[in-house]
């Protein structure tokens, strides 16, 4: 899905290299990359701005983590949440259970990822001030 969606803010002609997955399990790398081919108008001259909290998790933070590396987008809110490393619960006894990574991302540009320290904004404020400063930044740039 971040791969779909991320593809509508570039213009198509070629495939831009998001990220890379490693996948401890089956030791092996899986690429990603934008799709040439969509359905729907593309928005690749659209301005981004991207509101963040530290709520902000997971999938919702590659697609901003990606971006912005492109440098396709403001960022706008709090640091995001950290979490990047895909994973599953094991059970250890009856009693208690573990989170245990599998994999993690691995950027193109940055040659590592969020994992713990999450995305830091563009532009630090509240997250419930973020949508009114994107706002002002719209109007101020029209």
């Known amino acids: 899905m971040i791969r779909t969606l991320t593809s509508y ?3 198509g002609n070629e495939r831009v290299y998001l990220n890379t997955f490693y996948w401890r399990p089956t030791d092996s790398y899986q690429d990603f990359y934008t799709d040439t081919n969509i359905n729907g108008k593309r928005m690749d001259k659209t301005d981004i701005y991207l509101l963040t909290s530290k709520h902000t998790f997971s999938a919702a933070e590659e697609f901003t983590y990606n971006l912005n590396n492109l440098k396709r987008a403001t960022i706008i809110g709090e640091t995001t949440g950290g979490g990047v490393h ?3 619960t ?9 989170f245990l ?5 691995i950027n ?4 590592t990822n ?8 563009h532009i630090f404020v509240e ?4 949508l009114e ?4 930044l719209v109007k101020n740039n029209k």
């Open 114 to 121: 969020w994992e713990g320290t999450g995305i830091e904004p």
């Open 86 to 88: 895909p994973g599953s």
């Open 133 to 136: 400063k994107a706002m002002e």
């Open 127 to 130: 997250a419930n001030k973020a």
């Open 90 to 98: 094991q059970r250890i006894n009856e009693a208690f259970s573990i």
């Open 108 to 111: 193109p540009i940055t040659k």
């Open 9 to 11: 803010f570039f213009d």
């Open 101 to 105: 990574p599998q994999g993690r991302a």
